[in-house]
């Protein structure tokens, strides 16, 4: 009779598995226990992860090879003690991974588990030797986000058993254009909210003269604004301008909360010694409005306050908008 003495198993024709189901293995191959879509999604993460962590591990052995010799410049790439002790734990970290891919269902884990992490430390350790090992916010997002669509993307055509000789190639010049696109675009936003957000209820202060260039700006959680300035063709010289949470009463200049206090061009200074710095309150009269800030100097080479907080005045719309281009970074 027919199909007599034969068990059927279910997912299986006379020509294979259906629906995509995998026959158990002898152990020789991988079993894949999820889809393709969340195994690619899982291993993508894990990507970023290892990347980031890899970065960070090559910047803290950076550090310890300069402490070991200071007479040298120890920047990317560099190889010494501890950046092989680094690169021996991202070789760790991918094996692992490479054992997570095996899981999944790759056939060839530790190949790509490599080539994906590698891929993604060259990039972002190509942007650390170009700008610094301090990404920007933009280019730690830019970079985040086109490892994980590399990874899922690559790890997609993997598990679906796509062949990747004409897909690979477009993957590797997407990848990099994609996180060269972002980073503009992702520092623009940033600048937009500064300078409509930030910046929209602060009236900051700012240094005039052609001596002084502002180098960098910070906020503190009580909506304070700090301006650092370097002097332009000096070592030395550098001082900040901050925007105080409290500004002053309407029409006063000097007064008992002034002490010693001198008018330098608009501005009324008092100077003053606070915990060993030389610290400047200046006072200038606005529209509605007398604001105060502090002018501290940082250097060891104290400036001359009052002659700087003559050129101190209110911000303009083109000072906020260099403003808030500081405030990216």
């Not at 034969?6 to 191959?29: A, C, D, I, M, Y």
């Not at 309150?281 to 009052?306: H, Q, Y």
């Amino acid at each position: 009779m027919d199909g007599e003495g034969v068990t059927k198993t279910p997912g299986v024709t006379s020509e294979g598995p259906v629906n995509g189901t995998r026959l158990p293995t002898n152990g020789s191959e991988p079993t894949a226990g999820t889809r393709p879509r969340t195994g690619a999604a899982i291993g993508a993460a894990c990507v970023v992860a290892i990347v980031w962590i890899g970065h960070y591990l090559n910047r803290i052995a950076h550090a310890f090879e300069q402490l070991g010799d200071s007479t040298i410049s120890v920047t990317f790439p560099h190889l010494g003690a501890f950046t092989l002790t680094a690169w021996g734990l991202t070789a760790l970290l991918i094996w692992f991974f490479s054992r997570l891919l095996h899981h999944l269902g790759e056939r060839s884990p530790v190949a790509v588990a490599a080539g994906l992490v590698l891929a993604g430390l060259a990039l972002v350790l190509s942007l650390s030797l170009r700008y610094g090992w301090d990404l920007t916010t933009a280019q730690v997002f830019a970079c985040t986000t086109g490892t994980l669509l590399f990874g899922f993307v690559v790890l997609g055509w993997r598990l679906r058993a796509r062949r990747l000789l004409w897909r690979l190639p477009p993957a590797l010049v997407g990848y990099p254009a994609v996180v060269l696109l972002l980073v503009p675009a992702i520092t623009q936003a940033q600048v937009s909210w500064h300078r409509h957000v930030t910046l929209a209820d602060v009236t900051p202060a700012v240094i005039d003269s052609q001596k002084w260039e502002a180098v960098e700006a910070t906020t503190d959680v009580h909506g304070g604004l700090a301006i650092s300035y370097d002097q332009k063709n000096a070592r030395t010289g550098e001082v900040t301008v901050t925007y105080p949470s409290h500004p002053a009463e309407p029409g006063q200049t000097c007064g008992m909360d002034l002490e010693d206090c001198e008018r330098h061009g608009t501005a009324f200074v008092s100077d003053e010694d606070f915990a060993g710095a030389r610290t400047a309150l200046i006072r200038l009269e606005g529209e509605a409005a007398s604001v105060e800030w502090s002018l501290v100097p940082l250097s060891e080479d104290e400036a001359d306050l009052g002659e700087v907080a003559e050129h101190v005045r209110f911000a303009n719309e083109s000072d906020l908008d260099r403003l808030a281009h500081l405030l990216v970074g």
